[in-house]
């Protein structure tokens, strides 16, 4: 128990640090907080927006966005990764138009994808798709190229088929890069949510910042709703990282 | 057999015409300098690799792709480290799509066999690394091959431990009665081991000596200094130090037993030891 308190001291440590440096810039700078409030303001206005449940509904509809585009881009960049690993014709013919796509803002693309699919759930899972799906892809060709030619020559001198390859000997080889282009990609998710809720949308966490900003002006509840969207990334990427030591920790 | 590999667009020739015969039940050790084509040839007996020329079968029955029949070894473990040590084992039964239970079964068995019976449910970076190759042995042995292929593997294990293995494998050669055939660099290890040991020439490979070992078994670590084990393994040096005059390599060998018949050996001359 104490070994634990000691690994979070650091941790608290710096914490402290980060909002104590908030609060002295308040302080000195003598700000007002509809332009920087102190972090004791947004944490009243957190609280009270999470108990009279402004935030609930929309902190939701955010995370079932970013975890539906999140499942469909990296199920894709799965699937394209291993292909552009395995086929060097699939590499040179898609390579171009992937790389130009990621070049591409997805804050230019935004807007044209709500005009296609309107301003429902499609658009944003779409969106929150498309910029997980390069890092992911990416860190599968990686890994899935990365794998270990005497293990599949093991493979081959066992006559596993196609499929047995890919998923006892690349699938587990690749996996601790495949996790990690998730973990970018995840954070990213959360970008393409927010950044599709701006667009237009009528509830979520990046419509909310838009509202508090604009009609409500209600700077203390931007900065709330900041908080919690950077909460549920944070949530996010611990998920993967637990999912990451229960399928690698014990062999590495 | 022949086998080559175009590089850089030159036909290289590894195998020339290389051609032998493992009687069933035998060990067979093949010796070479390095470099020489000795993986490049057990690749072509695990059907890893097709020969250019020439073909490879078992009892009559043509091996030209991976075949059951047939376990290998490589010089490295090559285990899976994010599967269990019993795992690993039962691995070529999964892949083969042997129910769960049977596998255990065996693979319980094989560990046993290799005497690592307590360490089923060890990681292999929990092994020590002749643990490891026991265990890929083990793998090998899993589908109930009839010849049992090693390509060097016990060349990263120090002097004693491979003397242990080496003992080990000859054990477990009684215990299942399957055909060995074993690459190697070392000399005693081939001779120790082996019916018969075939060298091989520097690249392009060709067979330049089968060396039959005539010391009874079974064999204990004391063969090793015995006048038969002497003899065998200076035949098999001068053959390997590549004199194509047969009467150099009698000579040669006879200054290797000279040594030994001033520790009290008979003068008379006998390189294959038949007479003993």
Known sequence: MTGRIRQALPVLAVAAVFFGAWKLVVVVGDYPPFILPAPEVVGQRLLRAVVDGTLAPHAAATLSEVILGFVVGATGALLVGYLLARSALAERLLSPYLVAAQATPILALAPLIALWLGTGLLSKVVICALIVFFPVAVATMVGIRSADGRLLELGRSLRASRWQVFRHLELPQALPAILGGMRVGVTLAVIGAIVAEWVGAERGLGHRITLARGSLFDIPLMFATLVTIALIGLALYVTVVLVERRLIGPWR | ?276
């Open chain 2, 1 to 276: 057999m022949s086998q080559g590999f175009v590089i850089d667009g030159r036909h290289l020739p590894v195998l020339d015409s290389v051609s032998f015969s493992v009687p069933s039940g035998e060990i067979v050790s093949i010796v070479g300098p390095n470099g020489s084509g000795k993986s490049t040839l057990l690749r072509v007996v695990a059907g890893l690799l097709r020969p250019d020329s020439g073909s490879v079968d078992i009892d009559g029955q043509l091996i030209d792709e991976a075949d059951p029949r047939v376990g290998l070894v490589f010089q490295e473990p090559r285990l899976l480290p994010w599967r269990r040590a019993l795992d690993n084992v039962s691995f070529p039964l999964e892949l083969a799509g042997v129910n769960s239970r049977l596998r255990r079964q065996r693979g319980e068995q094989l560990l046993e066999l290799v005497g690592l019976g307590a360490f089923g449910g060890a990681y292999p970076h929990q092994l020590s690394g002749g643990m490891r190759q026991r265990v890929a042995i083990a793998r090998a042995l899993a589908r109930d091959p009839s010849v049992l292929l090693l390509d060097e593997p016990f060349s990263a294990l120090d002097a004693l431990t491979r003397e242990r293995f080496n003992l080990e494998l000859l054990k477990l050669w009684q215990q299942t009665g399957t055909t060995i055939v074993l690459v190697t660099h070392s000399i005693p290890e081939a001779v120790f081991l082996s019916d018969r040991v075939i060298v091989l020439s520097p690249r392009p490979a060709r067979v330049v000596a089968e060396v039959p070992i005539s010391l009874p078994r079974p064999r204990s670590i004391s063969a090793l200094d015995g006048a038969t084990f002497s003899r065998a393994a200076a035949a098999v040096r001068a053959h390997l130090a590549g004199s194509g005059d047969d009467d150099e390599i009698m000579a040669a060998a006879a200054a290797d037993t000279d040594m030994l018949a001033q520790a009290g050996a008979p003068a008379w001359f006998d390189p294959f030891g038949r007479q003993d």
